[in-house]
């Protein structure tokens, strides 16, 4: 899911300077201030509405943990003879009940027993014992469904009377379309793109596609509930609120200047108002919803090309990026110490505590496990350049099966790493007396690649990792608007570091400092080693040196100490440094570069 409102750049206020506007790309920021306002209550809409982004993630490891089970260890033909015999168990129960009823392919209820009984009795065995552990499973979901209030015991009652459950057939009791007047869109309660005849026909032949959908339905729709009765209870503790109201007694209608939104309560459908500017802050949709044209634009553009190669199929990509987002994660959240050395020691504890986790991220257990069932997923950076050409539904060739099986070895360690880092905020928040739900938000809020504007999010797949850039260096701004004085300490934490080093690397290499490009000592912090000299190409004398990627929008901040280390010293104040570091922490300018197959 992502926040559609504007597009994060337009904006209808005045600017107040280069922050307001990276404050900007935070879609809902309006919303999430005033929410803000309303105490515990409104920072816990805030909490829920943003994890639901995570929904997807959440379907994902539950309908890793059913196909695991029921599906992966079978042979392709077993698999073929055991979908051939849930469809035909399907076509049975459905035709006894509908006999009108047309049936993908036309399979006949005397086709459907036909092909039952021709099966031999210990596949039978087999395939019976499994089709009962998938019916349990999607009995499982509708009952978590009316435990959540989405539906009354009645309807969860007609639906098991059923027999078996299909969920293909029966989309329309577990969600309806949500249609928003002035925002002039149509959003069905999960976030999920209906499908069409062809899918639908896809998700009869193809299990794992079958029960993915049918999961993100289910916890779309949960997750998205639970946001809004955050609300809900936030509203009905502050009435006087500029965000909206709850309903008149006996009122028909929406208001002048408001939007209805609606939630489910102990089966019941209720309904709320937002003023208009804010509703559109507040509706969810899936990125599938417009992801197809996207997709297209990325491969012809070759950004997708770029991602995979930089990210995705490059293991390397995890050894550059720890270190940078160890320092981002340190600066922009809550869980760690201000004071660096503290900061390093509390956050030595606890890589340690979740690097198990972190590294078998294949098998979701312990800590990993939670964070993702509480939201916290998203598409990360070493996953964003494997998405197919193709688009979803029913058994992929194997071609295609071949590169997401590669896509996931490659990226497997760059994963490891992003995951990490944030188990180790969600361990820190938890370590420190956070809730679940607080450590969870910290961990997926550092960073969150899954929030942006409309229009970044497509600039973004012509221009790869801007919306990652841009949530990157809003999130610094948003420090210093959330706590200035932690982030000041931590600004001049960084001013000391990047000046101690910048000495110490005159002593180790002296002129040869001079020698290395303005763009890598920006980008990049230098660890100088001694007596490691030697000459180039060119027989100019060089130092050996070790390079950590730097956080780009704290790289301004350790230019500006640079820059003064070196003047303290005798040199000349290095003003290129700083613009250098300015620039590449402006991810605005890459709306303006061109993508890949241009340049």
């Not at 409104?42 to 509405?49: D, Q």
């Not at 459905?94 to 006949?108: D, F, N």
């Not at 009905?236 to 209805?260: A, D, F, H, L």
Request: charged share 25%; aromatic share 10%; net charge negative.
């Amino acid at each position: 899911f992502f926040f559609q409102a504007d597009d994060g750049i337009r904006d209808r206020s005045p600017s107040r300077g280069l922050g307001d506007v990276y404050k900007r790309q935070d879609v809902g920021g309006n919303i999430r201030r005033e929410l803000t306002k309303l105490g515990p209550a409104g920072t816990n809409a805030i909490h829920l509405h943003d994890l639901a982004l995570g929904a997807s993630n959440v379907a994902k490891v539950y309908t890793q943990d059913i196909i695991d089970e029921v599906y992966t260890d079978l042979l392709e033909v077993e698999q073929d003879i055991f979908e051939n015999a849930l469809q035909a168990m399907r076509t049975i129960t459905i035709l006894e009940k509908r006999p009108e009823h047309r049936r993908p392919y036309g399979m006949t209820f005397k086709e459907a027993m036909e092909y039952l009984n021709n099966l031999t009795d210990s596949q039978k065995l087999k395939y019976g014992q499994r089709a009962n552990r998938l019916h349990n499973y999607f009995t499982d979901a509708l009952w978590m469904l009316r435990d959540r209030g989405l539906i009354t015991e009645e309807s969860y009652n007609a639906l098991l009377e059923s027999g078996d459950y299909t969920p293909s057939n029966y989309i329309q009791y577990i969600e309806k379309d949500n249609t928003y007047r002035t925002l002039e869109s149509t959003v069905p309660d999960s976030g999920v793109k209906r499908l069409d005849q062809g899918s639908e026909q896809a998700l009869e032949q193809h299990l794992p596609t079958l029960v993915a959908d049918y999961t993100n339905r289910i916890y779309g729709r949960i997750m998205n509930n639970e946001a809004n009765l955050a609300m809900v209870d936030a509203l009905k503790n502050n009435p006087n609120s500029i965000i909206g109201r709850m309903p008149k007694k006996g009122e028909k209608g929406v208001p002048t200047g408001y939007e209805e939104f609606s939630y489910m309560e102990d089966g019941v459908s209720k309904r709320f108002f937002l003023s208009e500017d804010m509703a559109r802050e507040w509706v969810s949709y899936d990125p599938q919803i417009k992801s197809d044209m996207a997709r297209i634009v990325s491969h012809l553009s070759l950004g997708s090309t770029l991602r995979f190669t930089a990210t995705t199929g490059n293991p390397l990509f995890a050894f550059s990026n720890l270190p940078r987002d160890i320092f981002h994660g340190w600066f922009v959240s809550d869980a760690f110490s201000p004071h660096l050395p503290m900061a390093a020691k509390e956050m030595k504890e606890s890589l340690k505590a979740t690097r198990q986790d972190a590294w078998n991220h294949d098998k979701p257990q312990g800590l990993l496990r939670r964070y993702l069932l509480g939201g916290g997923g998203m598409e990360f950076l070493s996953e964003s350049g494997g998405t197919p050409l193709a688009g979803h539904g029913g058994r992929p060739s194997k071609l295609m099966a071949g590169f997401n099986v590669f896509a996931e070895k490659m990226s497997y360690i760059g994963k490891a790493s992003e995951l990490w880092v944030r188990l180790s905020i969600m361990h820190r928040m938890l370590e420190n007396g956070a809730t679940e739900t607080e450590a969870i938000h910290a961990a997926r809020s550092y960073i969150d690649f899954a929030r942006g504007g409309s229009l970044i999010k497509m600039i973004d797949h012509v221009v790869p990792y801007l919306n990652a850039s841009m949530q990157a260096t809003r999130g610094t701004f948003r420090a210093f608007e959330d706590n200035p004085k932690k982030s000041f300490i931590k600004a001049l934490w960084l001013f000391g570091l990047a000046g101690a080093l910048i000495i110490a690397n005159r002593l180790t290499m002296d002129e040869d400092l001079d020698k290395i490009s303005t763009d890598e000592r920006s980008r990049y912090l230098l660890l100088g080693i001694p007596y490691a000299q030697f000459m180039d190409e060119n027989r100019n004398s060089r130092s050996a040196y070790v390079r950590i990627a730097k956080d780009q929008s704290q790289g301004v901040i350790m230019a500006m100490a640079e820059a003064m280390a070196d003047w303290m010293t005798g040199k000349e104040f290095n003003t290129d440094l700083i613009k250098q570091a300015w620039d590449t922490a402006n991810p605005a300018g890459g709306v303006t570069a061109l993508p890949p197959l241009l340049e």
